[in-house]
């Protein structure tokens, strides 16, 4: 299969990795020409992926020399709010008989939107979602991992199952595009809280309880929306949780705890070094809860964190101390 | 509240805190003389809670030399497998008017109870439950926790509650006894689980696929028994199961660990130094599994490693390479 990443970054990287290593032709799309000729020469990624070699086979071109004409399968793997702009670069270029998918992680600010939904909305055709527990730095080292490629279009799925799927890599399909890519949007606040009671010295408890409290109130949020709630306990949904809220690779979980330790919000992205998803993210679920009348305690205190409304310690200690009966309803 | 807490591990040492700095007088039951006058003497118990200082108001006292008369409240922290023994002395002392209360995390072998099932059948009253991610170590340095408090009678879990609950550790209710005591057993087998992959180096994608794929399988036998699903997206389910998978604290984990790295299973009990309540319970939940025909391919992975069938790596490579098409059925 031919296939073009968009994105260089880590995960558009490793995905490029694996797809080549699958035996397909891969060409990664770049920002810039200096940027394809740096990774072509050296066949390493050091600022996003440093210490992984880049099969020969991978080509790399920038945005400005690229052409879409042969590929059968593109993968937007690029910060969510640049989604719109990519897929009308796309749309221009693609062929009618290929297969779009967005491993994209957020919502569009101001519309609200999910990364396929803007594709769809900008290129006229659906978009398939890949979400799960995939750490970049341990695909791209073949660590075991699993995945879900959700669409509209089950023999969409399946072809990009196939294309995708190895023995280090294991790929599950589900009809649940809306739960799958909220899922992944979502936990990237949760990641935030996280890191933020991290930052203050507070211990495992404390972080198992406000992933549990968290879940709870993305996913009351998302039926809402109209994904099911089976793929929040699945491999999108707490998979991803997990992988994101306890590791040391996860960047909106080291967001957060910059936070936490008093880092001004507008430091935090150059502190990280990448795009922090969960930041935008924040703003938009809360728009999100807002509509739906949800109750949205963690993200609430996250965007209080995030506009210095309050600090950190205050904002943690109070969702901590929330009055509650019974743990469902009331 | 009088109270009662049998058993001096690092959590029936951390629970008698609790309940001593709550305002409540606290009397220990220790197994032996000799260690109730140490814990009397030193205040501090440097096997299972070392650096924590206990309050002059809690009294330890051995078992051979203690009386129920006025306990209002008589709470279980023993190994699951000491349950019924506990419930038999338990049962010719106490007062018909006392509250039980179950922290024991397990199923009894043999006839695959539940800890509060136990206590009822030998006292001939009910038990309630607490679970939660409540690691000893944190809850004893008032880290903020959250924990689940389920009894049949609602009124027995508010009283259980109000004497409980404070600033940093809060106490939900839940009607659900089966669901909120089945899912604290059967977090340990995944815990070991877990663990294993740990020790083989596998990564946080690993790790996260395999606590979502083995709570899934763990609530379908759950659901088959008669738990509440719901009560597996809450705090004594994924909670406590992100707790002790990812946590430096859990003994469950640090066994399964140790199997990862070759060692033998019959010195993994010595080694971690205290009771692994997941090795038993891995037994009784495979027994389970095959009495209600439910597919449990994480739990006999774990078994066929504790019983020398297979090694860590054969067991988790198999798990990783499964065939799957969709993620939720099929």
Known sequence: VNVTVIGSGSWGTAFARLLSVNGHAVQVVTLTAQEAAELAGTRVNPRFLPGVVLPESVRFVAVA?????DSEMIAYVVPTQAIREVAAWVATRRSPASLQLSLAKGLELGTLLRPSEVIAAVTGSPAAVLSGPNHAEEVSRDMPSATVIAADDADAARRLQAAITCETFRVYTSRDV???????????PIAIAVGIADGLGFGDNTRASLMTRSLAEVTRVGIRLGA???TFAGLAGIGDLVATCTSRHSRNRLAGELLGRGTPAAQVPALVGQVVEGIPTTYALRDLGRR????MPVID??????????????????????????????
Chains 1, 2 share one sequence.
Request: hydrophobic share 40%; with cysteine; proline share 0%.
């Open 228 to 230: 099911s709630v089976e």
């Open 301 to 330: 205190n996250v965007f209080e964190v995030l506009e210095n409304h309050r600090s950190a310690s205050d904002c943690v200690g109070s969702l901590m101390k929330r009055e509650a009966k019974t743990e469902f309803g009331g």
């Open 65 to 69: 020399d690229a052409d879409l004409d």
């Open 292 to 295: 739906f009348g949800v109750d």
């Open 178 to 188: 809306l739960g799958v890519e909220f899922c992944g949007a979502a936990k990237n």
